[in-house]
């Protein structure tokens, strides 16, 4: 359970040395109380208190990674019930299933899809991360050879699918550097199990098909060493695995129930046959909780909408995506081209210059920073106005690049216009669109 800053200065030295970068010890402990501050900053703290102190700062919900390298995959470490409370730590992973009884055209064409399926978006490449390998035929040998076509043509994690614990070792066998999941521990094949993930110190899933039964094997496969659990409730239709994983979020968060508190996965896959409806189910888990969430295939249009979805709700509320301040090149520019104007938030930045690309005008997009709001808060702001845009433009060097000095701002910034006549003597300013689905004509009638 987590600790006030009272409790947390009794545990610490009391000497008030300074060296945490606060002047007192309670100071600090109010810090790490709210979780400003990190305990590593204090190097007197003695073992034991250190022990109670890292028990209590861990979080609710473990972070379990799968995967090695830059494709490792992190869940979990999630502190709030709704993003609005804070942020949404951790995005959850998508997964491809793979039988092993697939003809070899068909696994081969999986593999592809989750190689090509990927997408550029306000300056991120938004993917798929793992692949998930199921035991259908029962023969370890054919098992092991899918996995090893898996590992061999695919950089994601990969899912190790069977309740049978010697096809899992045959798995291992072919991709235990990767950091597999095993999936999955059940009553049944705890014991052997659990030994392969702390030999191969892999995550593992428990399952279970009820939540009580799910806390005992979590507590039984934390006492026997194995701490990367990822939780699976067994339930297949939407309405039980949905208010599962309110559940189990919720007995994490409020109840602090540790037992439950692991990310979890959850198998649209398995709860319908229509990719459609697979892919709103999906869409559901994304905004509630799932941690690993495992499609039957991927398909671009189901799965890219799915990959927004996870982009737009795993942002942080407080902190718009933002573009850096500067002076973009669209197309090859030179000292005739347009210049233009905009703030840095991110959608902007990209509807703008996806825009001025288009009309295949080569221009200098300046793009001022604005805190990440868009033109019209900006400018609400006072921040996207003649005093903040002025002193901007003239310490850009745009004015040396740029030897037509005509600065094109947004319809919605017009009110700014003659202020920055008055602040950029030898620039005539020029009143572009409002909206960004305009500035191709209007870049195309452009004159220098
Ligand atoms: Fe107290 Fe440790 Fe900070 Fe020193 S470094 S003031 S002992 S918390």
Known sequence: MALTGIEIFKLLPKTNCGECGVPTCLAFA???????????????????????LTEAAAPPIAVVTIGVGDRALKVGGETVMFRHEKRFENPPGFAILISDTMPEPEIDSRLKRFSELQYERVGLTLRPDLVAVKDDSGDATKFEAVVNKVKQNSDGGIILMSSNPDILAAGLKACADRKPLLYAATTENLDKVADLAKQNSCPVTAKASTLEELAQLTTKLTEAGVKDIILDSESRTVRRAFEDQIFIRSAALNKKFRPLGFPTIVLPCEMTSDPMKEAVIASMFVAKYGGIIV???????????????????????????????????????????????????????????????ASKVPSWLLVKDTEGLSVMTAWAAGKFVADAIAPFVKKSGIADIAKCHKLIIPGYAAAESGGLEEELPGWEILVGPREGSHIPAYLKAWKP
């Open 295 to 357: 499609l039957s295939d991927f398909q671009g249009e189901s799965l890219f909408p799915l990959l927004v979805e996870r982009m737009n709700i795993y942002t942080d509320p407080q902190r718009p995506l933002a573009t850096t301040e500067g002076i973009y090149e669209i197309g090859s520019p030179d000292e005739n081209s347009p210049v233009l104007i905009t703030s840095n938030f991110s959608l902007t930045y990209f509807i703008v210059s996806g825009e001025i690309e």
């Open 30 to 52: 109010m810090n790490l109380a709210a979780g400003k501050a990190e305990l590593s900053a204090c190097p007197y703290v003695e073992e034991e208190a250190k022990a109670k």
